[in-house]
């Protein structure tokens, strides 16, 4: 259409001109559609149009009727045309700066618009110029809405004041400002960066503040876990005495953390970064070494595990070891070693005691006299040589059978390995037991085994030791049976004493008894006959002589073998001596008896009653006690005995050693006379706190020969 219009214009121009007379200034029509040509989608238009009002100009000069000088019109013609090219360049120069400036728009709006970051732009009032995309998707707002506004009128005022006061750092202090904002957005807390600068002209004057925004939320959320991985690094670090470091091969410099300083001793920050300041550390000793392993490590490019000695400052050898891994460039060539320093003083320390343990167990165990063993999956670990020498095996054999249960006899087997399995699983407490043993040569023989079960390496192993005691079995049981002869001897010797106390007890009964009763009537019927005054006085005091005589006699007759024990039960013979020794000794004497049922058995009621017997006959003696209490009482399957005294008391510890040594016949007696029939006498007793006797006698297990035997043992 432009094309149209100015050829159209041209036209009409080169009619007038050919009309008109030929005069000045004619060409200067022409410039009119001219400038019309920069419209055109061409650029190159306007020369183009330029071409054809140049033929036209110099056309209006033949057709044109005569007018001014030729030569005049034929220059001023000529100024035209040049006018007119002059203006057409400068048409298409313009159309160029144009174009080149919508273009250079274009890249600005495009890098705008396409910016990750928020871009602004405000004049010196604060309005906005410049408002691009991304600042539309966070604020919620779109450019045209923006421009032409300021901070108050669409954000909130508290963060409107906080932006005003920026910008006006900004302008007074002409340098960039920086801040950080916190907005809520979309409900989560949001944090923009916001940099400000400002804008100059060519006269260094303030024209406008430009300004970027970007969300550093996850920026920030990053760096906050980094600084806490890295916080927990340095503690695991700290913690595991573990440093890492980064070695330049080719210049030998080296990054070290932090916590090397420490691994080597060294105050914080006085480790020189370098080979050299690494190497002067290390232990003489180990220098060549270790250098060797690197080189290697460097010319193979294999990674690199490594232990060695360092020396402190103050002279201490400590260990580390050092683990690293070569990395190469694009050509292959070792670049840097990166690796970790771990401080292993402490586990070689231990390293090396358990060595010594280990060395201390193996020269205990060789010269130990009893087996010891080690047991894992139901076979031997390990045997000392005393265990291999007992069952008539190698240490080599004993290791290399297939189960330990080889060396069980067969109606042990089951047991054993029951047992075995019970401990590994914590079902029985480790206590020691007994099985019959085979040896290489098939001899048998008794062992008493004990075993704890542990780990070791992580898995459950039993160790513990073996001893033969074949010969202390056999021992024991001979023992035993010389114990049971004895307890049988003794029995029977008390048995024996008590008939004998009863045969001399009826002797002074029916015998002496009944001779001087037969003396004293006597020697009344001789009192009573004689008249002579002179023998009277003899005869009534050989009389009461008589009489306590008697007396005498019935006491010691009682005291050996109460009759009334065999004729009316235990608890009258109780009562009755209780009172006797109450009139003896002038004591308060206390007799309590629970119901005991039916007569006890012969051989209980006399070992109680003897019992009794020594701990009143005690009391009288060394008590100097003032009141005392017996009690008897039934406890269902056992009779129990209780004297209580007031007196002085003593130290049972003191006595038990006196009755050890057999100087305390009665507390002996009393103890031996009770565990005859299987019963037992505890005493309890303190300095000034009186003293308890008690005594229990099974009465189910409480057994006495037959009469018949009885009647024999007496004869």
């Given at each position: 259409?432009?094309?149209?219009?100015?050829?159209?214009?041209?036209?009409?121009?080169?009619?007038?001109?050919?009309?008109?007379?030929?005069?000045?200034?004619?060409?200067?029509?022409?410039?009119?559609?001219?400038?019309?040509?920069?419209?055109?989608?061409?650029?190159?238009?306007?020369?183009?149009?330029?071409?054809?009002?140049?033929?036209?100009?110099?056309?209006?000069?033949?057709?044109?009727?005569?007018?001014?000088?030729?030569?005049?019109?034929?220059?001023?013609?000529?100024?035209?045309?040049?006018?007119?090219?002059?203006?057409?360049?400068?048409?298409?120069?313009?159309?160029?700066?144009?174009?080149?400036?919508?273009?250079?728009?274009?890249?600005?709006?495009?890098?705008?618009?396409?910016?990750?970051?928020?871009?602004?732009?405000?004049?010196?009032?604060?309005?906005?110029?410049?408002?691009?995309?991304?600042?539309?998707?966070?604020?919620?707002?779109?450019?045209?809405?923006?421009?032409?506004?300021?901070?108050?009128?669409?954000?909130?005022?508290?963060?409107?004041?906080?932006?005003?006061?920026?910008?006006?750092?900004?302008?007074?202090?002409?340098?960039?400002?920086?801040?950080?904002?916190?907005?809520?957005?979309?409900?989560?807390?949001?944090?923009?960066?916001?940099?400000?600068?400002?804008?100059?002209?060519?006269?260094?004057?303030?024209?406008?503040?430009?300004?970027?925004?970007?969300?550093?939320?996850?920026?920030?959320?990053?760096?906050?876990?980094?600084?806490?991985?890295?916080?927990?690094?340095?503690?695991?670090?700290?913690?595991?005495?573990?440093?890492?470091?980064?070695?330049?091969?080719?210049?030998?410099?080296?990054?070290?953390?932090?916590?090397?300083?420490?691994?080597?001793?060294?105050?914080?920050?006085?480790?020189?970064?370098?080979?050299?300041?690494?190497?002067?550390?290390?232990?003489?000793?180990?220098?060549?070494?270790?250098?060797?392993?690197?080189?290697?490590?460097?010319?193979?490019?294999?990674?690199?595990?490594?232990?060695?000695?360092?020396?402190?400052?103050?002279?201490?050898?400590?260990?580390?070891?050092?683990?690293?891994?070569?990395?190469?460039?694009?050509?292959?060539?070792?670049?840097?070693?990166?690796?970790?320093?771990?401080?292993?003083?402490?586990?070689?320390?231990?390293?090396?005691?358990?060595?010594?343990?280990?060395?201390?167990f193996r020269v205990i165990s060789d010269q130990a006299l009893m087996g010891i063993y080690i047991i894992q999956a139901e076979r031997f670990s390990y045997v000392n040589p005393k265990f291999a020498e007992m069952f008539g095996y190698t240490q080599a054999e004993m290791v290399a059978l297939p189960s330990m249960l080889n060396i069980v006899t067969e109606e042990d087997r089951d047991r054993a390995g029951a047992n075995l399995r019970r401990r590994l699983s914590g079902e029985i407490k480790p206590v020691p037991y007994q099985f019959h043993g085979r040896k290489k040569d098939g001899e048998m023989i008794m062992v008493e085994v004990h075993g704890i079960p542990t780990q070791l390496n992580g898995k459950a192993i039993v160790i513990g030791t073996i001893q033969d005691v074949t010969e202390r079995e056999r021992s024991e049981a001979a023992l035993k049976q010389t114990t049971e002869q004895l307890q049988t001897l003794s029995r029977r010797l008390l048995e024996l004493q008590e008939a004998e106390r009863r045969h001399i007890a009826r002797e002074l009964h029916d015998e002496i008894g009944q001779a001087l009763t037969a003396l004293k009537i006597n020697l009344q019927a001789v009192q009573r006959l004689s008249g002579m005054a002179t023998l009277a006085p003899r005869l009534t005091d050989s009389i009461s002589i008589v009489d306590r005589t008697l007396r005498q006699v019935r006491n010691l007759s009682l005291d050996l073998r109460p009759s009334m024990l065999d004729d009316l039960g235990l608890c009258s013979a109780l009562r009755w001596y209780a009172d006797q020794q109450a009139q003896r000794a002038g004591l308060s004497i206390q007799f309590m008896a629970g119901e005991l049922g039916a007569r006890l058995e012969p051989a209980l009621e006399t070992a109680c009653f003897r019992v009794a017997q020594e701990a009143l006959t005690n009391i009288v003696r060394h008590a100097q006690a003032t009141t005392v209490r017996v009690h008897l009482e039934s406890d269902g399957d056992s009779l129990h005995l209780t004297v209580h005294d007031d007196g002085i008391g003593f130290d049972p510890e003191h006595l038990e050693q006196q009755t050890e040594r057999g100087r305390s016949l009665g507390l002996l007696g009393m103890k031996e006379r009770a565990s005859l029939i299987g019963g037992r006498v505890e005493l309890k007793s303190a300095p000034r706190a009186g003293t308890e006797v008690h005594a229990w006698f099974p009465i189910t297990n409480a057994r006495m020969e037959s009469s018949a035997e009885t009647e024999l043992v007496e004869q």
């Open positions: 259409m432009i094309i149209f219009v100015t050829l159209v214009l041209a036209a009409g121009m080169l009619a007038f001109d050919i009309v008109t007379p030929l005069g000045v200034g004619e060409w200067g029509m022409y410039i009119v559609p001219l400038l019309f040509t920069i419209r055109a989608r061409q650029r190159w238009y306007p020369y183009v149009f330029a071409g054809i009002c140049t033929v036209m100009v110099i056309l209006g000069v033949f057709c044109s009727a005569p007018g001014i000088n030729s030569t005049v019109a034929m220059l001023n013609r000529g100024v035209g045309i040049a006018v007119l090219w002059i203006t057409a360049v400068l048409l298409v120069k313009r159309r160029q700066v144009e174009e080149a400036l919508q273009s250079s728009e274009g890249r600005l709006r495009a890098i705008l618009d396409h910016s990750p970051v928020g871009i602004f732009a405000k004049d010196l009032a604060g309005r906005y110029v410049e408002f691009n995309r991304q600042c539309e998707k966070f604020n919620k707002k779109t450019r045209e809405s923006v421009l032409g506004k300021t901070d108050h009128e669409f954000f909130p005022k508290e963060l409107a004041d906080i932006f005003t006061q920026t910008d006006k750092e900004v302008l007074e202090g002409g340098k960039v400002v920086r801040r950080e904002n916190h907005f809520l957005f979309e409900g989560e807390e949001r944090i923009r960066l916001a940099i400000k600068f400002p804008i100059l002209d060519k006269r260094g004057k303030y024209t406008a503040i430009c300004g970027f925004s970007t969300d550093i939320t996850d920026l920030k959320r990053a760096e906050q876990a980094l600084r806490q991985n890295q916080e927990r690094l340095d503690l695991a670090q700290e913690a595991g005495r573990i440093g890492t470091f980064d070695w330049n091969v080719a210049t030998g410099e080296a990054f070290r953390s932090p916590t090397m300083d420490k691994l080597y001793g060294l105050p914080p920050g006085q480790f020189e970064p370098t080979y050299e300041a690494w190497r002067e550390r290390t232990h003489p000793e180990d220098r060549l070494r270790i250098e060797m392993e690197i080189q290697k490590a460097i010319t193979e490019r294999q990674p690199l595990d490594h232990e060695f000695r360092i020396i402190w400052p103050d002279g201490s050898v400590h260990w580390l070891r050092n683990v690293g891994r070569i990395f190469c460039n694009e050509a292959g060539e070792a670049q840097r070693m990166i690796g970790v320093n771990i401080d292993i003083t402490e586990p070689k320390r231990i390293e090396q005691e358990l060595k010594q343990s280990e060395e201390r």
